[in-house]
């Protein structure tokens, strides 16, 4: 039932003695992965996925595994409804939901209603296009998220059944509240969106050496298997390559801002030198428009990133102008 570490075929993948990825191709946006611990007597979840249909689908995949050891704690590595929205298919009194506090907070910030509305209202244009193609597989009516039962800051210990996992936060950085969930002796490390493998990484919430800080933590606990957020499972190299794009367009961005180009402009040079680089060939090269604008933030202070929706309009022409290359 298991397959090997290192394929990216959807459905369990054992990366250590009863613990276990859950992926789902093709990682791009709400194809994310999750995880799961079996200990002596119960279970924990890391990450439950964008709709209740997928999540249950996971859970059957998982029900070998949890049906005498019961999941008791899920652990959602950050507030994004692909990591989170499932969470009410455990809810119970039996089960408690983990995450850090600024991750629990931005819970309430984006509903599943809100995403459904976005998708039902996005119209015909550009906009629609691009919101159904990122969105479009996804069910987000019918759905409710239970309340996180333990929020914590900084560093929270987590025994599954006698297995040692530490919750170690490390946002902001992708969101608010990003978490790693490390088994050190396994050494097995689920990274949430801290880590992206062969797609494009958005930064919503930045700064960008908040984020390099969390990858070098991860690089500094070695490892031996990492499950990313979206994409196939992978080691150190992929900590790497997306350390190497980060650095790159902090770099680009801080030198156009430093020469007084203005934004639109520095977005529109910066995709075009991502073109001679290898993340070219990496998905979703859209939420460029997204990474340069967090770290221009960073730059100016006085400069407010637009609203989610003139976010998502920006992907959206990006998206299509590629389209229409030939
Ligand atoms: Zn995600």
Redesign the pocket.
């Known amino acids: 039932m298991s397959k090997p570490a290192g394929a990216f075929e959807k459905g369990l993948a054992e990366v250590a003695d009863n613990v276990f990825a859950y992926l789902q191709p093709d990682g791009t946006w709400g194809w994310?992965n999750a995880g799961l611990i079996v200990g002596d007597n119960e279970s924990a979840l890391v990450d439950t996925l964008f709709d209740l249909r997928l999540t249950q689908q996971m859970l059957d995949h998982m029900a070998p595994h949890t049906s005498h050891r019961p999941i008791a704690n899920v652990v959602n590595t950050h507030a994004?409804g692909?990591?989170c929205y499932g969470n009410q298919l455990l809810a119970s009194p039996e089960v408690d939901f983990i995450a850090s506090s600024s991750a629990a907070s931005e819970m309430d910030e984006v509903p599943p209603a809100l995403l459904a509305a976005l998708v039902e209202g996005a119209g015909d244009g550009t906009l629609g296009h691009y919101v159904r193609h990122a969105f479009g597989a996804f069910d987000f009516n019918g759905i409710e998220m239970p309340d996180v039962t333990v929020e914590f800051t900084g560093h929270h210990q987590l025994d599954a059944g006698g297995r040692s996992v530490e919750l170690l936060e490390v946002g902001p950085a992708h969101t608010q509240g990003d978490v790693l969930a490390w088994l050190p002796d396994d050494r097995v490390m689920f990274a949430g969106?801290i880590l992206f493998i062969d797609g494009t990484p958005i930064m919503w919430a930045g700064p960008v050496n908040g984020w390099i800080a969390a990858l070098d933590k991860i690089i500094d606990l070695n490892p031996a298997v990492i499950v990313p957020?979206?994409g196939p499972l992978t080691d150190l190299d992929g900590v790497r390559a997306l350390r190497g794009y980060l650095q790159l367009i902090d770099q680009l961005t801080t030198e156009r801002h430093a020469e007084g180009m203005a934004l639109a402009d520095a977005i529109r040079d910066i995709d075009n030198h991502i073109d001679s680089t290898p993340y070219s060939e990496w998905s979703d090269r859209e939420r460029i428009v997204v990474n340069v604008q967090t770290i221009w933030r960073g730059l100016e202070p006085t400069f407010a990133s637009p609203d989610a929706l003139t976010m998502f309009q920006m992907m959206a022409d990006n998206f299509a102008a590629r389209e229409d290359q030939p």
């Open positions: 994310s994004n692909d990591h969106d957020g979206h």
